[in-house]
């Protein structure tokens, strides 16, 4: 059964959909008769991305800006004049680069605005005429598993991604606290996929890595069987050992044990021990 939101005629709004996971959603939406709208901020490679659908009038291109509210609200604006009600939004735009806690605020300041005010622009201009439209609806947020596990790195991009997932978990929250809301929200953590952003000019995929046509699969099938987490696994990291990492680094907190314990040399034996008892 495919989720009553994901039906023919319906229409879906994507950011970040001139590449990798984003345009592959468009691709399969397509594929099961809605219409969709692609918004990037690389107009070019969202026009080149949108002329490669050929899907005529069922799709169109808005480039959009996501960390600009303005934008966001005239990316909606466009949408509802195009095609009515929305259905789906994904947002699912990112960038990364970011850095350690002490150094490059530029680019701290860069993430947060796309991947964090990315996404909290697109619930805020959608998510009340989402609710209005009386229709049954998805907002599909594009979280990390590092901002869950927060591995040491990239804490910029972690901190981010740790926002999407609250910003997320508390939507969810009002949403099925609103009378006569069908609309619900869901958090899509991809795990190691081959796109633009981790290819790093490679053609060919690494082994370990999911395809991003894979991550839609597996989005797909939990959506329609409800879930609100879809941490999706990658040929190198099943969902057993996602699931062991996740309690791990939960464990910290209520343990009291130093943070990113499972990168201390002092844990290093309890982890591995750990994630063995867990059948790993
Ligand atoms: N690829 C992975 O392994 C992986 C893993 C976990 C999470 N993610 C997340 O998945 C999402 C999609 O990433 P992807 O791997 O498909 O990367 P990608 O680089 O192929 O696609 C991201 C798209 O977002 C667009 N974008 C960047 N800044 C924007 C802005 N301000 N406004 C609108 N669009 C903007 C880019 O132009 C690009 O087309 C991101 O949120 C990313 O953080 C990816």
């Not at 692609?38 to 480039?63: C, F, Q, S, T, W």
Request: net charge negative; glycine share 12%.
């Amino acid at each position: 059964m495919t989720h009553p939101a994901l039906q023919p005629g319906h229409t879906a709004v994507i950011t970040g959909a001139a590449d990798g996971i984003g345009l592959a959603a468009a691709r399969r939406y397509l594929a099961l008769g809605l219409n969709v709208v692609l918004a990037d901020i690389d107009a070019e490679k969202l026009l080149a991305a949108v002329a490669g659908l050929n899907a005529g009038d069922r799709a169109m291109a808005v480039p959009t800006d996501v960390s600009n509210p303005r934008a966001v609200e005239a990316l909606r604006d466009a949408t509802i004049a195009q095609y009515g009600v929305v259905h789906v939004l994904m947002n699912n735009a990112g960038i990364g680069g970011g850095g350690s806690a002490i150094e490059r605020p530029d680019r701290w300041r860069a993430l947060i605005e796309v991947n964090l005010f990315g996404g909290i622009n697109g619930v805020q201009a959608f998510g009340q005429a989402m609710i209005d439209g009386g229709q049954p609806g998805l907002i599909i947020n594009t979280g990390s598993k590092q901002g869950i596990t927060t591995p040491p790195g990239d804490t910029a991009y972690n901190v981010t991604k740790a926002g999407v997932k609250v910003l997320t978990e508390g939507l969810q929250h009002t949403l099925r606290n609103t009378p006569g809301c069908q609309v619900s929200a869901h958090l899509l953590v991809p795990g190691y996929t081959f796109t633009g952003m981790t290819g790093g000019g490679r053609a060919e995929k690494p082994a370990a890595a999911w395809t991003a046509d894979q991550v839609i699969d597996y989005l797909i099938a939990n959506l329609e069987a409800g879930v609100f987490y879809v941490i999706c696994p990658d040929n190198d990291v099943d969902e057993a050992l996602d699931a062991a990492r996740i309690r791990w680094a939960a464990e910290d907190v209520a343990a009291r044990r130093p943070p990113l314990s499972r990168w201390h040399p002092d844990y290093k034996a309890a982890f591995e021990a750990y994630v063995r008892e867990q059948g790993s």
